[in-house]
């Protein structure tokens, strides 16, 4: 049990923690202090460590890795979409 408690715990603050952001600047529809090489990094990022979790055949690690990819998807297309919108 122990050893599925950090994931998951990893996975649920990764889902929740960037949704809330996401959120926030959609709401307030500013984005222009966020990186998105940064995100971009992140993505890179995620897909290397998905790989080094397929080499150890751990799922955790591609399940929460996958996870990050997917969020840190959503928070590039909700920057790009905004910065277009305001030129």
């Known amino acids: 049990m122990l050893r599925v408690a950090a994931p998951l715990i990893s996975l649920v603050c990764l889902i929740f ?3 809330h952001q996401v959120q926030v600047i959609i709401e307030q529809g500013y984005c ?8 971009f ?11 080094y979790g397929l080499e150890l055949n751990n799922v955790w690690m591609i ?4 996870s990050g ?10 920057i790009i ?4 919108r305001s030129l």
């Open 32 to 39: 222009k202090e966020l990186s998105l090489p940064r995100t």
């Open 41 to 51: 990094l992140g993505i890179f990022s995620g897909a290397v460590w998905i790989l």
């Open 81 to 84: 979409y905004l910065r277009k």
């Open 17 to 19: 923690g960037t949704f």
């Open 69 to 78: 990819i997917v969020m840190n998807i959503v928070l590039a297309s909700v």
């Open 63 to 66: 399940v929460t890795n996958a």
